[in-house]
């Protein structure tokens, strides 16, 4: 059984910071790309940022380029999503999910977290 467990989300002002983890058990680790996307209600799930399973090749939004960063540690399957200069747009829930290959789109990823909750105030 796959399981995606994502954390660090909370209540922050524009221009903070917060780092979402996202800790994988069961068949996901290193050898999965994984992704972050994030989404608003009533809107489809957004693409933020993806890694390979090397950790050598990253994509992400061009809303998110140059404030967030992505990252993994496979020997503790853990995928991390810094980011900084934080703006109220950013607001949503965001989840990881891992998949064959590095992605924009979501229906690339097979295995997503349950999300946690970013809200950044103005």
């Known amino acids: 059984q796959e399981l995606l467990v994502e954390s660090g989300g909370g209540l922050v002002q524009a221009g903070d910071s917060l780092r979402l983890s996202c800790v994988a058990s069961g068949r996901t680790g290193s050898s999965y790309a994984m992704g972050w996307f994030r989404q608003t209600p009533g809107k489809d799930r957004e693409f933020v940022a993806a890694i390979s399973w090397s950790g050598v090749s990253a994509l992400y939004a061009d809303s998110v380029k140059g404030r967030f960063t992505i990252s993994r540690d496979n020997r503790k399957n853990t995928v991390l999503l810094q980011m900084n200069s934080l703006k109220p747009d950013d607001t949503a829930v965001y989840y990881c999910?891992?998949?064959?290959?590095?992605?924009?789109?979501?229906?690339?990823?097979?295995?997503w977290g349950q999300g946690t909750q970013v809200t950044v105030s103005s």
């Open positions: 999910a891992t998949g064959v290959t590095i992605s924009r789109r979501p229906v690339s990823y097979a295995y």
